[in-house]
């Protein structure tokens, strides 16, 4: 069974997302203007691997396919946890609610993916 790690429901989370679905103008845009647009807003871990859902799209990346977990500091200081992939990177902010699970549970299944 996969793990879930999100934020609650928000009414303009899902609003902005609705309108991201529809258009990948939109997505495009708030990738480029917006910075957190980029952060991951809902991770999936189970045994296949890691997906996540930004409001620029979703990103999955096999624990085969993981290239390097590390963390990295952004603009204006802030930490977020970065797990770079062929088909992509993930951004995952300290503010997601289940953040220190998900951080110790992404580098556990890096390091048994590379055993």
């Known amino acids: 069974m996969p793990e879930i790690y999100a934020f609650e429901h928000c009414p303009f989370r899902n609003a902005a997302h ?3 679905d529809r258009s990948a103008v939109v997505r495009s845009l708030a990738g480029a203007l917006w910075p957190a647009a980029r952060r991951a807003e809902r991770v999936e871990i189970s045994d ?6 930004t409001l620029t799209g979703r990103t999955h990346l096999a ?3 993981i290239a390097s977990v590390h963390s990295e500091r952004r603009f204006l200081g802030r930490e977020t946890l970065r797990i770079d992939g062929p088909a992509g ?3 995952v902010a300290p503010v997601l609610p289940g953040y220190e699970d998900l951080e110790r549970r992404v580098r ?3 390091a048994l ?3």
């Open 63 to 65: 624990w085969d396919d």
């Open 113 to 115: 993916a590379v055993a």
């Open 48 to 53: 296949d691997g890691i997906d996540a859902w």
């Open 18 to 20: 609705a309108v991201a």
């Open 89 to 91: 990177h993930i951004d």
């Open 108 to 110: 556990a299944g890096r």
